[in-house]
């Protein structure tokens, strides 16, 4: 049986940015493969928190995922606002905080721009994604 990380794993080893990467593993998943092209392309504006470091591109991809499942399962809209809500509080408490900037403050240079080329920098990045899916799978598992 296919693991929700590893899903996720292929996307975001495969040139994805971190939105997509959580949305389309997630939806692989999930056996909902039917949408994972709309919304990689849809995703590729959330990498990074929109661009510009604001609310982390894996939970947008999260939130994202999160949506079409709950929406295919026909879940009531305060159901699907409590499960939106539980997500990012499981993603703080693990991370620490919703916004890119704040992840990998330490990789910012002082131009502004960020250090991609440090390893660590990937791995922390990585940890927001796996932690974001694994995330995913726990709501749904609580629906």
């Known amino acids: 049986m296919p693991d929700i990380v590893n899903e996720t ?12 990467a959580v949305a389309c593993g ?6 909902m493969s039917e949408y994972v092209n ?9 990498g990074g928190g929109m661009g510009e470091r604001s609310i982390c591109g894996a939970v947008t991809g999260g939130l994202a995922a999160l949506g079409v499942i709950m929406a295919s399962r026909n879940i ?12 990012k509080e499981l993603f703080v408490e693990e991370i620490g905080v919703l ?3 704040d992840i ?3 990789f910012i ?3 502004g721009s960020v250090d991609k080329d440090r390893p660590e920098r990937r791995m922390k990045c990585t940890g927001a994604v796996e932690t974001a899916a694994k995330f995913v799978e726990k709501v749904i598992d609580e629906l």
């Open 9 to 20: 794993a292929k996307y975001w080893g495969d040139e994805s940015n971190c939105a997509q």
């Open 26 to 31: 997630v939806l692989e998943y999930y056996d």
């Open 38 to 46: 709309l919304i990689h392309d849809s995703m590729i504006g959330f």
């Open 76 to 87: 009531g809209k305060d159901e699907r606002a409590d499960a939106f809500k539980k997500f």
């Open 99 to 101: 916004n890119c900037e």
């Open 104 to 106: 990998i403050e330490e």
């Open 109 to 111: 240079l002082p131009d």
